[in-house]
């Protein structure tokens, strides 16, 4: 029998699956993509895919129901999952060895200050002209998006016979394996883990069809996407401090709107006014990368980067009630110092050693880092923030009690202040435990994110000790430095 007595499942929290739901999308597509683009041509592929991309936008603004718009939302993820990848595939392939430092800077700007930025001018937009416009948005850099495409990238035959050789095993192995990955992970905290039926199916797919989709590509002569390129030292060591860097960078995106929302009751546009300071510096870092590129190895980029990003997250472990929008400021700007230092330089890292022809299979592998290193990052984070709540609220709870004199005076001097309002005695006594039962509760979060930014600022630190593993390289001519 259903349980009637839940609560109702409001629109925003079905949103809100349905969006972390695309990040299974975005982790299964990022290595797709590098084969549809050869089969479909750069220049089709995407146009199509933004043509959709557009199309989508606007029927989720219009959509009618909550099933109307998770299609719309679910395909709107599943065609702009194409951009990301392709923007540094594109890069790659088509700039010179001597140009791709700007290029991957550009693609940074993407990667760092599109999260930072997008909270700010979606609460802005949802404020002053609706929900719908957050969606409608997307309609002028799409149209100018279509224009550049069809103008600059040169027309390509489609090589549609190679639909017939394709390693059609390889993909329903990743699709399956990645995919229940992600779902396992993402819903493993609301469902109890391996208490849950769901999560051990989940569990078991991933723990048959993960291998099995690795052993596939590796003994192919011409396999869906080249795993052989991991072998590959600085791709294989940059793409797992890849995968690092995207559970810091999401997480730490993740981390702060929570924290606003949880513990400071903050709405939408007040969480995007504190988050902006996350991007608007990296505006004025972004320039000076390729130069420092060119001049300086290229690990010592990425440690630096990620010691500040870590030294950004140690400032926000030893919080407390007052600490608000305002208070982020000075670690959000030292947040901003060091992101445009990882990922980019990191892009170059990955990918210096690679021949150009296989630069489409090298950026899907390392984006892949980044995206399952953000679901990845993102259910840990939450699964800390749940576990350690609960944890700091038994520790509070210890000393917290009726049997401590302060405790008594406390309780006794709120019931008195609800006495005053007109409650009666036995409600003014509730209300009071009730009012200790929040505080504690908030002090628990607040303890909780304070081990949450700690866990950030560890994993920092071990992505700038891991890039010392690769070779050395700076971005002067694309070559190994000796």
């Known amino acids: 029998m259903f349980n009637t007595d839940e609560k109702p499942v409001d629109f925003r929290t079905w949103l809100g699956v349905m969006g972390t739901m695309l990040g299974a999308f975005m982790a299964v597509l990022d290595i797709q993509i590098a084969w549809l683009a050869r089969v479909f041509s750069v220049r089709w592929y995407l146009m199509v895919n933004v043509a959709l991309f557009l199309v989508f936008s606007c029927l989720c603004g219009i959509a009618g129901s909550l099933g109307e718009m998770i299609v719309f939302r679910a395909c709107q993820g599943f065609t702009g999952g194409v951009m990301i990848p392709m923007a540094l595939t594109v890069a790659l392939s088509m700039l010179p060895k001597s140009k791709r430092s700007l290029g991957l800077a550009l693609f940074g700007i993407t990667a760092t200050f599109g999260p930072a930025i997008g909270p700010s001018i979606g609460g802005w937009l949802t404020d002053n002209y609706g929900w719908p416009w957050v969606f409608y948005v997307n309609l002028i850099p799409g149209a100018l998006m279509l224009c550049a495409i069809f103008f ?6 489609m090589r549609l016979d190679q639909l017939r050789e394709g390693d059609w095993l390889g993909i329903g192995c990743m699709a399956i394996g990645l995919g229940s990955l992600i779902a396992m992970l993402e819903e493993g905290q609301r469902d109890d ?4 039926t769901f999560i051990q199916r989940c569990a078991l797919l991933a723990a048959i069809f993960i291998p099995a989709f690795v052993l596939i590509e590796l003994r192919r002569k011409k396999p869906f996407v080249n795993l052989r390129l991991i072998a590959s030292r600085n791709l294989g060591i940059a793409s797992a401090a890849n995968f690092i860097l995207g ?3 999401y997480g730490s995106v993740y981390l702060l709107p929570q924290y606003l929302t949880i513990v400071q009751n903050y709405d939408a546009f007040q969480t995007g006014q504190a988050m902006i300071w996350v991007g608007l510096p990296q505006l004025l870092i972004f320039p000076f990368v390729p130069r420092l ?13 990620a010691l500040v990003f870590a030294a ?12 608000a929008g305002n208070q982020f400021m000075v670690s959000n700007i030292v947040r901003a110092l060091g992101q445009p230092f990882t990922i980019v330089p990191l892009s170059a890292l990955a990918t210096a050693l690679l021949q150009t022809k296989d630069a489409g299979d090298g950026s899907a592998v390392f984006n892949i880092g980044r995206n399952l290193g953000g679901s990845v990052g993102t259910v840990l984070l939450d699964t800390i923030i749940t576990r350690r709540e609960q944890f700091h609220d038994f520790q509070i709870g210890a000393y917290v009690n009726t049997y401590r004199p302060i405790v008594q005076e406390r309780v006794t001097y709120l019931s008195t202040i609800f006495l005053n309002k007109g409650y009666d005695a036995v409600t003014a006594t509730q209300q009071a435990y009730g009012q200790i039962k929040d505080v504690v509760r908030r002090e628990a979060y607040i303890m909780a994110f304070d081990d949450a930014f700690l866990i950030v600022g560890v994993s920092l630190l071990v992505a700038a000790v891991l890039v010392w593993f690769c070779r050395q390289t700076t971005a002067k001519e694309g070559a190994v430095a000796h």
């Open 152 to 157: 600059a990238l040169a027309p390509a035959p």
């Open 312 to 323: 950004s997250c140690w400032m926000n472990t030893s919080m407390s009630y007052n600490y």
């Open 193 to 196: 883990w391996l208490g849950s």
């Open 247 to 249: 559970l810091a960078l």
């Open 293 to 305: 590129m060119k001049r300086i190895d290229l690990r010592t980029l990425v440690c630096f980067g």
